[in-house]
C-alpha cells in the first residue's frame, strides 16, 4: 500500500517537472521559430525590392512595375543596413515568364549548384507557395513584371546552432530529470514514513489488544456460565453472557486481522473451485433460512497458489455480506471464472447502491456504510478489512461496483 502511496507521489512529482520541461521547451522553441521566420521572410522581401536584372538582361526585358497584389498586406520594420542582413548569403534566380532563365546570382564559394538552384526554382515557381523553407534555404517568390524571381537565403549555420543548443538542451534537461527523479524518491519516503510509522503501530495496538482482551474475554464467559448453573436463569447475568458473547466475537475478528496482516501465509496449489463449491454449500442453508436462494455459476479446474483456509473466509465474509445487506428476499450470485490470468471471484446481490466516494472507504477497519448499527448484528466494518488484507497477501485486487439496482464484489486472484 505504501509502496504504490510513494509511486503515485514520485509520479505525479516527475509528470510536473516534465510537463513544464516539456512546455517551456516548447514554449521557447515555437516562439524562436516564428519569429526567425519572420525575420527570414522580412529579409528576402527586402532583397528582392532591392534586387535589379544585370544590364545585360535588363536591355532584352524592359523593367515593368511589380503587379500590385505580390506584395498586398505585407508590412516590416527590418532595416536592410543591418550587420544581420549584410551578412546574410543570398541566391537568386530570375526567370521570364516563358520559363527562361535570365539570370543565377550564386555568390562564390558556391554552396550550392546553380543546377540545384535552377531545378529548385522551376519547382517553387509551379508551386503555390510565396514563401517557405526548403532543408536549410528559406525561399520567397515574387512577380517582378516580366519576370519571376525566386529569393533563397541559406540558414545552415543558424540550423546547425539550434540543432546543437536543442541537443544540448536535451542532453542537460535529462541529466537534472535523472536528479530530480531521485530527488523525488527521497522525498516520497520522507513524506510516506510517518504514515507507514503511524499505521504499523496501529496493526500492533489491535494485535496487542486482541491478544489482552482475549483472556479477560475467556475468564468472564467461563465464570458466567459457572454462575448461571449455581444461580439458574437471571436477566443481568444474561445481559453479561451476551455483551461477553459479543465482545469475544469482536476479539477474534481482531486476531484474525491482525495474524492475516502480520504474518505470512503457507500457499500451496489449491483447486479453487472445489472450494468455493464446498463454501458455497455451506451458505445455502444459511440463504435459505433467511428465504434466499443462493446460485452459484463455477467453472471448473481452476487453480491458485494460495492458502485455503484464507481462501475460505474470503468466500464466507462475501457471501455473509450479501445475505445480511440485501433489501429485499431474493437470489445471491456467486460466480467464479477464469480471466485474463487470473481467477474472477464474484458475489452479487440485490442492495441499496454504495455512494461511489464511500466505494473505497468501505475495505478500511471499522468503516460501515450505515452509521447507524453499532455492532448489535456482532459485526463491527471488519469483515471486508480482512478480505482486502487477505486478497493483498494472496498478490490480488478486490473492488465493489453499483448497477441496475445490484452490488458487485470481485475479487481477482492470479491463476495457475
Not at 467461563?222 to 469482536?250: D, H, P, V
Request: net charge neutral.
Amino acid at each position: 500500500m505504501f509502496k504504490k502511496s510513494r509511486r503515485k507521489i514520485v509520479a505525479a512529482i516527475m509528470s510536473v517537472l516534465v510537463t513544464l520541461w516539456v512546455g517551456t521547451l516548447g514554449v521557447i522553441y515555437t516562439s524562436s521559430y516564428f519569429e526567425m521566420s519572420k525575420q527570414n521572410q522580412e529579409m528576402l522581401h527586402a532583397h528582392t525590392q532591392m534586387y535589379t536584372l544585370s544590364q545585360k538582361f535588363g536591355k532584352n526585358t524592359p523593367p515593368k512595375k511589380p503587379r500590385p497584389d505580390d506584395d498586398r498586406g505585407f508590412k516590416h520594420d527590418f532595416d536592410p543596413q543591418s550587420p544581420k542582413f549584410q551578412l546574410s548569403t543570398f541566391y537568386t534566380v530570375a526567370v521570364s515568364n516563358d520559363g527562361e532563365i535570365l539570370e543565377i546570382k550564386n555568390e562564390q564559394p558556391a554552396v550550392h549548384s546553380n543546377t540545384d538552384l535552377e531545378k529548385l526554382a522551376q519547382e517553387l515557381i509551379g508551386g503555390n507557395k510565396q514563401y517557405g523553407t526548403n532543408k536549410n534555404l528559406a525561399f520567397y517568390k515574387v512577380d517582378k513584371g516580366g519576370y519571376t524571381l525566386v529569393a533563397f537565403m541559406d540558414n545552415t549555420v543558424i540550423n546547425e546552432s539550434a540543432m546543437t543548443l536543442f541537443r544540448y538542451t536535451l542532453i542537460f534537461g535529462g541529466v537534472v530529470i535523472v536528479l530530480f527523479f531521485f530527488l523525488s524518491l527521497f522525498l516520497a519516503k520522507k513524506i510516506v514514513t510517518p504514515l507507514e510509522e503511524s499505521y504499523q503501530k496501529q496493526k500492533q495496538f489491535i494485535s496487542d489488544a486482541g491478544h489482552e482482551l482475549k483472556t479477560p474475554v475467556s475468564v468472564v464467559s467461563a465464570n458466567a456460565e459457572i454462575l448461571s448453573r449455581e444461580i439458574g436463569g437471571n436477566q443481568w447475568l444474561q445481559n453479561i453472557q451476551y455483551e461477553n458473547e459479543r465482545m469475544g466475537t469482536l476479539v477474534c475478528q481482531l486476531l484474525d486481522l491482525a495474524k492475516t496482516e502480520n504474518v505470512t501465509p503457507q500457499t500451496e496449489r489449491i483447486d479453487f473451485s472445489r472450494l468455493a463449491v464446498s463454501e458455497a454449500l455451506a451458505f445455502e442453508s444459511i440463504a435459505f433460512e433467511k428465504g434466499f436462494v443462493l446460485n452459484q455459476n463455477i467453472e471448473n479446474s481452476i487453480y491458485v497458489d494460495g492458502n485455503g483456509i484464507q481462501l475460505k473466509q474470503i468466500i464466507s465474509i462475501l457471501l455473509d455480506n450479501a445475505i445480511r445487506h440485501s433489501k429485499e428476499r431474493g437470489e445471491v450470485r456467486l460466480t467464479l471464472m477464469k480471466e485474463h490470468g487470473f481467477a474472477k471471484l464474484s458475489v452479487i446481490n440485490k442492495a441499496d447502491e454504495i455512494p461511489e466516494e464511500e466505494q473505497t472507504k468501505i475495505f478500511e477497519r471499522f468503516y460501515r456504510v450505515d452509521t447507524a448499527r453499532n455492532g448489535e448484528d456482532k459485526h463491527y466494518g471488519l469483515g471486508l478489512a480482512i478480505a482486502k488484507a487477505i486478497v493483498i497477501t494472496h498478490k490480488g485486487k478486490i473492488s465493489v461496483r453499483c448497477y441496475d439496482g445490484l452490488v458487485e464484489f470481485s475479487v481477482l486472484i492470479p491463476s495457475l
